[in-house]
């Protein structure tokens, strides 16, 4: 069955960190394009964090620049974001999703296109 599960959310006060983890199971993370997108109750799914398939690329959504940090652990078949410097504006549910890089490797900020999602974790940032 394929599947995508986000772990690593919970509550961690304003400056603090975690890091969430997407993990894969039924197919292989490393022939697709993953992305991680949050969203707040009530407002649009927003895109943070892509990092491409064969290359490596990275993209950073410009609210999470030199906060949040996105990499591959192949051999785990996970994506995780290291997320630094966490705000209680920051939206609080995040969700990861894959695209087949045969399709395209890269990810939309809407989401659009992204063939698996995950269910999300939710990410508290409050003191």
């Not at 599947?3 to 199971?25: F, H, I, T």
């Not at 895109?47 to 490596?56: A, E, L």
């Not at 996970?78 to 890269?106: G, I």
């Amino acid at each position: 069955q394929v599947q995508l599960v986000e772990s690593g959310g919970g509550l961690v006060q304003p400056g603090g960190s975690l890091r969430l983890s997407c993990a894969a199971s039924g197919f292989t993370l490393d022939d697709y394009a993953i992305g991680w997108f949050r969203q707040a109750p009530g407002k649009e799914r927003e895109g943070v964090s892509c990092i491409s398939s064969r290359d490596g690329r990275t993209y950073y959504a410009d609210p999470v620049k030199g906060r949040f940090t996105i990499s591959r652990d192949n051999a785990k078949n996970t994506v995780d974001l290291q997320m630094n410097s966490l705000k209680p504006e920051d939206p609080p549910v995040y969700y990861c999703a894959a695209r087949d890089y045969s399709s395209s490797d890269y990810c939309a900020e809407s989401g659009y296109g992204m063939d698996y999602w995950g269910k999300g974790t939710l990410v508290t940032v409050s003191s």
